[in-house]
């Protein structure tokens, strides 16, 4: 069964940081490039972050580049996302995406970041 979870949200002030973390199980990891999505309350799913597969690179939407690094370790299988200088505009439900080739192949359930004072 495949799985992905994420962890880390929370509540935090604008400026602030946080470290998001996505745990995958159930297909090869190392041979996915994996992405972050992020979904504000009313509107779209918007692309953050993608990092490929075998040291292929590092990608980032305008709207973050900067202040998050997306990093991953395959012996362990788990996707980061590191976020620092934290806007009120980055509150949104946070998900990680599998892609094999184009697409999302798998989804996590995601979670929740609130950047508030």
């Known amino acids: 069964e495949v799985q992905l979870v994420e962890s880390g949200g929370g509540l935090v002030q604008p400026g602030g940081s946080l470290r998001l973390s996505c745990a995958a199980s159930?297909?090869?990891?190392?041979?996915?490039?994996m992405n972050w999505v992020r979904q504000a309350p009313g509107q779209g799913p918007e692309w953050v972050s993608l990092?490929?597969?075998?040291?292929?690179?590092?990608y980032y939407a305008d709207s973050v580049k900067g202040r998050f690094t997306n990093s991953r370790d395959d012996a362990k299988n788990t996707l980061y996302l590191q976020m620092n200088v934290l806007k009120p505009e980055d509150t949104a439900v946070y998900y990680c995406?599998?892609?094999?080739?184009?697409?999302?192949?798998?989804w996590g359930q995601g979670t929740q970041v609130t950047v508030s004072s």
């Open positions: 995406a599998a892609t094999y080739n184009t697409g999302y192949d798998y």
């Open positions: 159930g297909f090869p990891f190392g041979r996915y490039s």
């Open positions: 990092i490929a597969s075998g040291g292929g690179g590092t």
